[in-house]
T-cell receptor, first 109, second 112 residues
Framework: ELKVEQNPLFLSMQEGKNYTIYCNYSTTSDRLYWYRQDPGKSLESLFVLLSNGAVKQEGRLMASLDTKARLSTLHITAAVHDLSATYFCAVDRDDKIIFGKGTRLHILP | NAGVTQTPKFRVLKTGQSMTLLCAQDMNHEYMYWYRQDPGMGLRLIHYSVGEGTTAKGEVPDGYNVSRLKKQNFLLGLESAAPSQTSVYFC???????????FGQGTRLTVV
């Protein structure tokens, strides 16, 4: 059974700092997704990672995938308040997309 | 291009009542999913479908039924609502080749 674990589940950080969110999964996967969710809103797609070693960057966010370690990371560079949100990773396997519990990110000014 | 549309957006039910949530997508996607989101639990997969006329159970299927009579629509039914089904429900769709899965705006359901 596919399980997806994120850590940390909650992160409070200062503006300007760097940090990394980790996503571990239990079986091989077809795709790995990163989503952002603002309070009361739907999910916004950030990245889709398809192959080992894939790295994608958008602004202050960079996602990477290590399929051998079954690990994806979402790195935040020089955080700004606008990045405060909940971030989810999700893994696609056998036609199912299974989500982690999310990382609630709070960036302090 | 509307993408993924969920109906209704809000609903209050009494325990034991039934209702159907509708998910409609206009992207000709084969794959459709229903999730529930509860605080601290992330999104949990209820049921999914890989094509018209097919459905399968996800992580938390009990108390729910689904149907995919048309490719563009995926219906989620609650036959006898319980307070434990109070949640925000999200629908998503994608293709077999992906890469991206698109989400609807959510339905906030309260069972009293």
């Amino acid at each position: 059974e596919l399980k997806v674990e994120q850590n940390p589940l909650f992160l409070s950080m200062q503006e300007g700092k760097n940090y990394t969110i980790y996503c571990n999964y239990s079986t091989t996967s077809d795709r790995l997704y990163w989503y952002r969710q603002d309070p009361g809103k739907s999910l916004e797609s950030l990245f889709v990672l398809l192959s080992n070693g894939a790295v994608k960057q958008e602004g202050r966010l960079m996602a990477s995938l290590d399929t051998k370690a079954r690990l994806s990371t979402l790195h935040i560079t020089a955080a700004v308040h606008d990045l405060s949100a909940t971030y989810f990773c999700a893994v696609d396997r056998d036609d199912k997309i299974i989500f982690g519990k999310g990382t609630r990110l709070h960036i302090l000014p | 291009n509307a993408g993924v549309t969920q109906t209704p957006k809000f609903r209050v039910l009494k325990t034991g009542q039934s209702m159907t949530l509708l998910c409609a997508q206009d992207m000709n996607h084969e794959y459709m999913y229903w999730y529930r989101q509860d605080p601290g639990m992330g999104l949990r997969l209820i049921h999914y479908s890989v094509g018209e006329g097919t459905t399968a159970k996800g992580e938390v299927p009990d108390g729910y039924n689904v149907s995919r009579l048309k490719k563009q629509n995926f219906l989620l039914g609650l036959e006898s609502a319980a307070p434990s089904q109070t949640s925000v429900y999200f629908c998503a769709s994608t293709t077999q080749a992906g890469p991206e899965a698109f989400f609807g705006q959510g339905t906030r359901l309260t069972v009293v």
